[in-house]
C-alpha cells in the first residue's frame, strides 16, 4: 500500500503562485511514475504532469513554460511548482503515484485562480 497526502492548495489571484507538495508512505519502492492530475468542476480528471524514477517529465500543453514538476526521493515528495497562474487553472489537483499493480491517488487540494 501507499499512502499519498497532497498540501500547497488555496486561493491565489491570476498571475501568482503556488507549489503543491506530495508526500509519500508506505510502499513507495513500487512507484515508478508520480503524477499531477486535475478536476474542475463538471469536467474529467486531467493529467497536468508526469515525472518517472529516472526523472523524465511531460506536460500538459496548457500548462508548459508556466508549471514544474519535480521530486526530492529522499523527502518522498513530489512537487509541482506553478507560476503565472490563470483564472482556468482553477481546479482541484490530485497527486497520482503509479506502481506495476495498482494507481494510488491522494485525497486531491483546492486550487482557486482570481480574475
Known amino acids: 500500500q501507499v499512502q499519498l497526502v497532497e498540501s500547497g492548495g488555496g486561493l491565489v489571484q491570476a498571475g501568482g503562485s503556488l507549489r503543491l507538495s506530495c508526500v509519500l508512505s508506505?510502499?513507495?519502492?513500487?512507484?515508478?511514475?508520480m503524477a499531477w492530475y486535475r478536476q474542475a468542476p463538471g469536467k474529467q480528471r486531467d493529467l497536468v504532469a508526469s515525472?518517472?524514477?529516472?526523472?523524465?517529465?511531460d506536460y500538459a500543453d496548457s500548462v508548459k513554460g508556466r508549471f514544474t514538476i519535480s521530486r526530492d526521493n529522499a523527502k518522498n515528495t513530489v512537487y509541482l511548482q506553478m507560476n503565472s497562474l490563470k483564472p482556468e487553472d482553477t481546479a482541484i489537483y490530485y497527486c497520482?503515484?503509479?506502481?506495476?499493480?495498482?494507481?494510488?491517488w491522494g485525497q486531491g487540494t483546492q486550487v482557486t485562480v482570481s480574475s
Open positions: 497520482k503515484g503509479s506502481s506495476r499493480s495498482f494507481p494510488y
Open positions: 515525472i518517472t524514477s529516472g526523472g523524465n517529465t
Open positions: 508506505g510502499s513507495i519502492w513500487s512507484i515508478h511514475t
